[in-house]
């Protein structure tokens, strides 16, 4: 028994010491870690940098850049009063921020400061050095900057905190930009939009003063190639600047094209006449005589009236068009059966996604006969454009139809896709959907369009040597207090195509709710016509009164340069922006770039002997 007791008090004295040394252990590296100034600790893997999202030519739009949050642990901090002030001059925030952060800490870890610059963290890797401060340390983030600001905002979307995009491209491309984490790769895909910025930012430029003019709520404009459905320019006002995106406000986020439904009014005239046409029910030739109303009465004594704008006479499908006249419209959709008429639609497209590449793109809102909101007025209301919601991009879808003899084209706004190293990977081929009407048909109501740009409702977007077709469109908006339609709110808006004879560009504009002048004819036509002005002169199309001549097919084309500098600063009057962007890249300048377009002036000026480390200033407009 002595022997027991005396093995026992043994073990119990192991045990002890075993302790003892595991606690003496422990104490030492948890000293260690949090008395170590700037010691990382516990920072997640390198992630792979994100691919860039670039327009058609390769201008960069978003791309990777690395930010850092700077992390704290409390009970690290010895002399909380000390630290405060050593770090609050270089880190931006006052001494009292810093401590009473530090008193509140619910745990004890905590970011005094999320997302700062690498040359901010050096900034303060310094200080800290300087002062030994201990319990702080940097993690390092992905980060995205966004060079032309709110241009395309909408499309490009934006990526958040984490590394996931949290809209747009940034969003329904995210395993192409940032591939998953059970991939190998080191760097993630590059995507190239269909957008050409340079032609975005001269129609975003006409988008603003139409909304200032208008002083309307929003406005939408979109430009898409004929044939391919490449969309050139995509433009939802107002917008967010991407780079102050978590400040925004939720109309600067909407991305209206791809999610707003809407009643479109007249411009859905032509589609409808279209499938009219199509069916065989209504003549190229054949008049319906408007009176100004259209009354219809079913067996069971129910009426339904549609009033028209005017008494027209006796119209055709053309001159119904071109006067946008609701009775004869009305008329023709009586001869057409229910079902045949709504199937035309949906040969359209309408009351289906598009699939275009951008998340929570709506369906838009068409009606079947079974629906318990079918009405007798509801076909020759949705005829003219009303009892229907389209979006924007179904719109210019339908219109696609028109152009290519019938036959709609896939949306895209995706380009090309190529892996980090440049290499290709996908490209956009076209691809045609099922036909809506036949090529007799859609030729026909494309040259109405033409006709109305000439002569009716669509005059004022009529160009003087290029020809045009355009339908206008105004429509009354709901009240969603009273849930009647608005005596002041409107939806004005209009879709063009053109070249007629060999269509090149499908443009619609939508413009909500502009004070005092409400007729689309007047509001949106103009801006199309402005619009279009500026596509064909960048496209390079040739114009009614510009000579054509032949010749080999090869031209020698002299392409504009990077900005460069050598021992002087040389003249950069008049370059465009994306000119300057590589000299953002050199370490040995600190460039600052002011504005948006071509350079007015810079500052130091031309001829200045270039210095290390000098700040050179440009002002675009």
């Known amino acids: 028994m002595q022997f027991n007791g005396f093995f026992s008090k043994i073990r119990m004295g192991i045990v002890t010491a075993v302790f003892a040394f595991a606690f003496l252990y422990l104490a030492y590296?948890?000293?260690?870690?949090?008395?170590?100034?700037?010691?990382?600790?516990?920072?997640?893997?390198?992630?792979?940098?994100?691919?860039?999202?670039?327009?058609?030519?390769?201008?960069?739009?978003?791309?990777?850049?690395?930010?850092?949050h700077i992390g704290l642990t409390p009970s690290a901090i010895p002399d909380p009063a000390y630290f405060a002030d050593s770090l609050a001059e270089v880190t931006g925030l006052?001494?009292?921020?810093?401590?009473?952060?530090?008193?509140?800490?619910?745990?004890?870890f905590l970011y005094l400061k999320k997302k700062i610059s690498p040359a901010e963290k050096d900034a303060v890797a310094a200080v800290v050095r300087e002062k030994s401060l201990t319990g702080i340390r940097f993690d390092k983030v992905a980060g995205r900057i966004y060079p032309e600001?709110?241009?395309a905002s909408q499309v490009i979307g934006f990526m958040g905190d984490a590394g996931q995009g949290l809209s747009g491209i940034e969003y329904s491309m995210q395993d192409v930009l940032a591939p998953k984490e059970t991939e190998t790769i080191s760097a993630g895909k590059n995507v190239f939009l269909t957008l050409d910025a340079d032609l975005q930012y001269k129609l975003e430029h006409i988008a603003h003063s139409a909304m200032d003019e208008t002083q309307a709520?929003?406005?939408?404009?979109?430009?898409?190639?004929?044939?391919?459905?490449?969309?050139?320019?995509?433009?939802?006002?107002?917008?967010?600047?991407?780079?102050?995106?978590?400040?925004?406000?939720?109309?600067?986020?909407?991305?209206?094209?791809a999610v707003l439904a809407y009643e479109p009014g007249s411009v859905f005239k032509i589609f409808s006449a279209a499938g009219f046409l199509d069916s065989g029910k209504v003549g190229k030739d054949e008049t319906f005589f408007c009176d100004g109303k259209y009354e219809i009465?079913?067996?069971?004594g129910e009426k339904a009236v549609i009033t028209c704008l005017g008494n027209h006479g006796r119209v055709g499908i053309r001159e119904a068009l071109q006067y946008s006249c609701n009775d004869a419209i009305a008329q023709m959709s009586g001869k057409t059966g229910s079902e045949e008429f709504l199937q035309s639609l949906r040969r359209f497209g309408f009351g289906e996604r598009t699939g275009?590449?951008?998340?929570?793109?709506?369906?838009?809102?068409?009606?079947?006969?079974?629906?318990?909101?079918?009405?007798?007025?509801?076909?020759?209301?949705?005829?003219?454009?009303?009892?229907?919601?389209?979006?924007?991009?179904?719109?210019?879808?339908?219109?696609?139809?028109?152009?290519?003899?019938?036959?709609?084209?896939?949306?895209?706004?995706?380009?090309?896709?190529?892996?980090?190293?440049?290499?290709?990977?996908?490209?956009?081929?076209?691809?045609?959907?099922?036909?809506?009407?036949?090529?007799?048909?859609?030729?026909?109501?494309?040259?109405?369009?033409?006709?109305?740009?000439?002569?009716?409702?669509?005059?004022?977007?009529?160009?003087?040597?290029?020809?045009?077709?355009v339908k206008t469109?105004?429509?009354?908006?709901?009240?969603?207090?009273?849930?009647?339609?608005?005596?002041?709110?409107?939806?004005?808006?209009?879709?063009?195509?053109?070249?007629?004879?060999?269509?090149?560009?499908?443009?619609?504009?939508?413009?909500?709710?502009?004070?005092?002048?409400?007729?689309?004819?007047?509001?949106?036509?103009?801006?199309?016509?402005?619009?279009?002005?500026?596509?064909?002169?960048?496209?390079g199309l040739a114009r009614g009164n510009a000579s054509s001549f032949a010749h080999s097919g090869y031209i020698s084309?002299?392409?504009?340069?990077?900005?460069?500098?050598?021992?002087?600063?040389?003249?950069?009057?008049?370059?465009?922006?994306?000119?300057?962007?590589?000299?953002?890249?050199?370490?040995?300048?600190?460039?600052?770039?002011?504005?948006?377009?071509?350079?007015?002036?810079?500052?130091?000026?031309?001829?200045?002997?270039?210095?290390?480390?000098?700040?050179i200033e440009f002002t675009l407009e």
Not at 94 to 108: G, N, Q
Not at 297 to 300: A, E, L, M, Q, V
Not at 575 to 587: D, Q, S, T
Request: a neutral charge; one cysteine or more.
């Open 29 to 68: 590296v948890y000293a260690n870690l949090a008395f170590t100034p700037i010691k990382e600790i516990g920072v997640p893997r390198e992630i792979p940098q994100r691919g860039a999202i670039l327009d058609r030519t390769g201008k960069p739009l978003a791309v990777a850049s690395p930010f850092y």
């Open 94 to 108: 006052s001494a009292e921020h810093i401590s009473a952060v530090l008193r509140s800490a619910s745990s004890d």
């Open 149 to 151: 600001n709110a241009l």
């Open 217 to 257: 709520e929003s406005l939408m404009l979109l430009a898409s190639e004929a044939d391919t459905g490449e969309i050139l320019s995509y433009i939802s006002l107002p917008a967010a600047n991407l780079n102050t995106y978590p400040a925004s406000s939720t109309e600067e986020q909407i991305n209206r094209p």
């Open 297 to 300: 009465r079913s067996s069971t």
């Open 356 to 469: 275009i590449e951008l998340p929570s793109e709506t369906r838009g809102t068409l009606k079947t006969v079974d629906d318990r909101y079918w009405s007798l007025r509801s076909k020759p209301t949705i005829a003219i454009g009303q009892e229907i919601a389209v979006s924007a991009l179904q719109i210019v879808q339908a219109a696609t139809a028109l152009a290519n003899g019938g036959i709609p084209v896939k949306l895209t706004l995706i380009s090309k896709i190529t892996d980090a190293n440049g290499t290709e990977e996908y490209r956009h081929i076209p691809s045609q959907k099922k036909r809506a009407v036949s090529k007799q048909a859609a030729d026909y109501i494309l040259s109405c369009m033409e006709t109305t740009a000439r002569y009716g409702t669509g005059s004022r977007a009529s160009l003087a040597d290029f020809s045009i077709g």
């Open 473 to 539: 469109g105004t429509a009354q908006m709901l009240d969603t207090e009273t849930g009647k339609y608005s005596t002041t709110d409107f939806v004005s808006n209009c879709v063009a195509v053109f070249p007629v004879n060999k269509p090149k560009i499908v443009l619609y504009i939508v413009v909500t709710k502009a004070k005092g002048e409400t007729l689309s004819g007047r509001i949106v036509a103009p801006i199309i016509a402005d619009a279009a002005n500026v596509i064909i002169d960048y496209l």
């Open 557 to 615: 084309v002299e392409t504009e340069k990077e900005a460069r500098i050598g021992e002087r600063l040389p003249d950069f009057t008049g370059k465009p922006k994306r000119l300057l962007l590589p000299l953002l890249r050199r370490p040995d300048l600190n460039i600052i770039i002011r504005g948006e377009g071509w350079v007015v002036k810079q500052e130091p000026p031309a001829g200045t002997p270039l210095t290390q480390g000098m700040t």
